[in-house]
């Protein structure tokens, strides 16, 4: 809780040399002085070397996650199963989606004008008649916030807890420096070579990537507020109750994963391991609440629809199957 509120130093090779490790001095020392033997220049070369790697890396996670377009739609299946084993009905989850999906798009929309405006408030603070219609409008945005039915997640903190290492705010540095090399090459062509360029390899500045990304970003929010409705509407659950439920059916992804795993996972090590051991929650939650939802999925569910279920995404899934020695080592990227 403490590293969720305050953060940690991310670990790193050079904390060999900056003393930011829980190792003791001598052991610190040892390691130092043997990568010394590969010359004097090893702290840079070496931090290079990990810069390298981590931008490698983050783009092939946003590859994986945005580009290849499979992990978007399979999330969406995925979600609209485990929904309807929740008990929500198809023709809810097919019209509650395009609702709340029009809703958190209009409070992006919203809150990015808030944005706007409240810059215009900063520059006009000492110009009163400039600034009574800039109130009126922040005014009128933030009543049509409140007034979004997903009004409660939103309050509640759950758009945060978007996307396996990813949010919308941050694509743009996660993909580091690879990404800015590509697309300052990209650039360099002439205008019709670059657009179509950009559209192949899906750069940030594109449309289709930032759709995409949409796609991926809302998911698991727009199912979220789905099971909300049902929860308060269907089931008479009050809000605390319902958030509280939604909390053990879906994977937090902003949780820190501490040091060791978070510098592993961004040298490529590891692969999407916060969704592999969290959602062992969720599934942990379906065995006791529904048993037999929890069978149906160990029994094979996923490899007959074609559909990712909660067993077969978890740690002790991919562990059963097999598959989790492709998520350690490089393999994957």
């Known amino acids: 809780m403490v590293d969720d509120a305050i953060g940690y130093h991310a670990a790193s090779v050079t904390d060999f040399w900056t003393g930011t490790s829980r190792w003791s001095e001598g052991s610190q020392k040892a390691v130092r002085e043997t990568l010394e033997m590969l010359?004097?220049?090893?702290?840079?070369?070496?931090?290079?070397?990990?810069?390298?790697?981590?931008?490698?890396?983050?783009?092939?996670?946003?590859?994986?996650?945005?580009?290849?377009?499979?992990?978007?739609?399979?999330?969406?299946?995925?979600?609209?199963?485990?929904?309807?084993?929740?008990?929500v009905p198809l023709t809810q989850i097919a019209k509650g989606s395009r609702a709340k999906f029009s809703e958190i798009t209009e409070y992006v929309k919203n809150r990015e004008e808030l944005q706007r405006l409240q810059v215009q408030?900063?520059?006009?603070?000492?110009?009163?008649?400039?600034?009574?219609?800039?109130?009126?409008?922040?005014?009128?945005?933030?009543?049509?916030?409140?007034?979004?039915?997903i009004a409660p997640l939103l309050k509640a903190g759950e758009f945060s807890t978007i996307s396996e290492s990813l949010t919308e705010a941050d694509v743009a540095i996660r993909e580091g420096r690879w990404a800015d090399y590509i697309e300052r090459a990209v650039d360099k062509l002439p205008g019709w070579g670059a657009t179509a360029a950009k559209n192949l390899l899906i750069t940030k500045d594109t449309a289709l990537f930032q759709g995409l990304n949409r796609m991926v970003q809302y998911g698991d929010f727009v199912a979220k507020a789905v099971l909300y409705d049902h929860l308060t509407q269907k089931k008479g659950m009050t809000e605390r109750e319902a958030l509280d439920r939604i909390f053990e059916e879906f994977v937090a992804y902003n949780?820190?994963?501490?040091?060791?795993?978070?510098?592993?996972e961004s040298m490529g090590l590891m692969w999407f391991w916060n969704y592999k051991i969290r959602i062992m929650k969720v599934l942990?939650?379906?065995?006791?609440?529904?048993?037999?939802?929890?069978?149906?999925?160990?029994?094979?569910?996923?490899?007959?629809?074609?559909?990712?279920?909660?067993?077969?995404?978890?740690l002790l899934g991919n562990a059963a199957d097999g598959s989790i020695w492709f998520s350690l080592g490089p393999e994957m990227g």
């Open 39 to 87: 010359g004097p220049k090893a702290f840079p070369w070496l931090r290079k070397a990990e810069n390298l790697v981590q931008d490698a890396v983050s783009y092939a996670k946003t590859t994986i996650i945005i580009r290849s377009v499979t992990v978007a739609v399979g999330n969406i299946l995925s979600n609209t199963m485990h929904l309807a084993l929740v008990g």
């Open 121 to 149: 408030v900063a520059a006009a603070a000492l110009d009163p008649k400039a600034m009574k219609p800039l109130a009126a409008r922040i005014r009128a945005l933030e009543e049509a916030n409140r007034r979004l039915s």
């Open 255 to 264: 949780r820190l994963p501490g040091r060791g795993r978070d510098f592993l």
């Open 284 to 314: 942990a939650n379906t065995l006791r609440e529904r048993p037999l939802h929890a069978l149906f999925m160990m029994g094979g569910a996923g490899p007959v629809t074609g559909i990712d279920t909660v067993w077969d995404g978890s």
